[in-house]
């Protein structure tokens, strides 16, 4: 059963930094793309980053050079570093693997609130 774990998040100040992890069991993980979405309220579900599986990654224009996703194969882990946040990076933020259905797997999700 593919699992996936989603901890960290929180409330920062503008400007700040917060750290998500996704913990992801139940598949090989090395052998899959990783990403992180986020939904803020009112909006449509955004890909904010995509780890692929030799550690390339894609970023959203809107975190590019504020947002670092790497994964740790040997913990089947991949993080999401955010630096300098915005107000308007508040959203719940999601991991999802490409595995274990359709439209793949999803974490647990995780509150990010970025106010002063």
């Known amino acids: 059963q593919v699992q996936l774990v989603q901890s960290g998040g929180g409330l920062v100040q503008p400007g700040g930094s917060l750290r998500l992890s996704c913990t992801a069991s139940?598949?090989?993980?090395?052998?899959?793309?990783m990403s992180w979405y986020r939904q803020a309220p009112g909006k449509e579900r955004e890909l904010v980053a995509s780890?692929?599986?030799?550690?390339?990654?894609w970023y959203a224009d809107s975190v590019k050079g504020r947002f670092t996703s790497f994964r740790d194969n040997g913990k089947n882990a991949v993080d999401l570093q955010m630096n300098r946040l915005k107000p308007e990076d508040t959203a719940v933020y999601y991991c999802?693997?490409?595995?274990?259905?359709?439209?793949?797997?999803w974490g647990q999700g995780t509150q990010v609130t970025v106010s002063s």
């Open positions: 139940g598949f090989t993980f090395s052998m899959f793309g």
């Open positions: 999802h693997a490409g595995v274990g259905g359709p439209s793949g797997s």
């Open positions: 780890t692929s599986i030799s550690g390339t990654t």
